[in-house]
């Protein structure tokens, strides 16, 4: 049976890549909880920040990893914002701990580093190729990126073998924070919403079932090059047509909606992938949004 780690896998990715892992037999999944989550699986976990003590205790429990999908890290353009220095801490400081740790007590391991399209920044038009260059302009994205520097150094000093997967817009059941979730509680509760920016904003949203096959894919590829995967559709969806599906998902038009006008920081125009070349995107968006909207009236509201 191998063993896999999954790093923040009580968050919205990392439970779905857990779920999906424990679906597949062969397998004994495990790995690192934030401290305050918690995560029902049968798996071994640990919980607080990545280190070295932590790492070698997970091994002791579950045996040594054969791949490992690096999901801890920060959460958003606006968290990091708010506090660069804790978001520098879980995604830069988090990385270096966990490839230290695999070079002195795994260097066989594969690693699936989970980055974002927020290295890619501002300045982009059309779809975004995974040799374009990164300009990114907020702290999350600056972090990301020097994660992603930190295991190519590590890739080429140490023959880690690594895999590299820039994720877009990810949306799906579970998600309760950024957009949908907004949209869907501003909506429920006042029958109508306000929005930051313009509405014509371009993002590329893809299915999370999607994403973690995507992961899956990027993992089976992992080697001492780093090489990239571009996780995204390459389909370009307005902020006020993903707004648009969620109102009439809701039952309402899509007079309900305003945008302020005023874009937020850190905040690019369009992010839209070139799509991975041999990955499927099964998951139509008015299909996954309706799903979401459903998922949300049944489960995600909070009570009152």
């Known amino acids: 049976m191998s063993t896999v780690w999954v790093t923040g896998a009580a968050g919205f990715i990392g439970s779905h890549v857990v779920s999906y892992l424990e679906s597949s037999k062969g397998r004994h999944v495990g790995g690192v909880l934030a401290a305050s989550d918690t995560l029902d699986s049968v798996g071994s976990w640990v919980s607080g920040k990545i280190d070295h003590g932590k790492l070698s205790r997970l091994a002791e429990m579950s045996g040594s990893p054969e791949t490992i999908y690096h999901l801890a890290g920060g959460s958003s353009v606006s968290a990091s914002l708010a506090d660069p220095a804790l978001d520098f801490q879980r995604t830069v400081v988090s990385t270096a701990s966990l490839l230290e740790w695999m070079r002195r007590h795994a260097p066989e391991a594969r690693l699936v580093f989970v980055s974002s399209a927020a290295v890619y920044g501002a300045g982009h038009a059309g779809q975004i190729s995974k040799e374009a260059p990164t300009r990114p302009f907020s702290p999350y994205g600056f972090h990301k990126q020097a994660a992603e520097l930190l295991c190519r150094s590590s890739a080429r000093s140490f023959g880690t073998r ?109 992010l839209v992938a070139v799509p991975e070349p041999g990955t499927a995107w099964r998951t139509k968006l008015p299909e996954g949004i309706a799903d979401y909207v459903e998922w949300f009236r049944n489960e995600g509201a909070e009570p009152g």
Not at 175 to 195: E, I, P, S
Not at 206 to 229: C, K, T
Not at 249 to 258: D, K
């Open 162 to 270: 690594v895999a590299i997967a820039r994720l877009f817009s990810v949306y799906g059941t579970g998600l309760r924070k950024q957009l949908l979730w907004d949209l869907c509680c501003k909506l429920t509760r006042d029958g109508r919403a306000r929005l930051a920016g313009t509405g014509s904003e371009l993002r590329d949203w893809a299915h999370i079932a999607d994403v973690v096959r995507l992961l899956e894919y990027a993992a089976e590829r992992a080697s001492n090059e780093a090489p990239i995967f571009n996780g995204g559709t390459g389909e370009a969806v307005s902020v006020r047509q993903i707004a648009e599906l969620v109102a009439a998902s809701l039952g309402l038009p899509a007079s309900v909606l305003e945008f302020s006008g005023e874009v937020r920081a850190g905040d690019p125009f369009s």
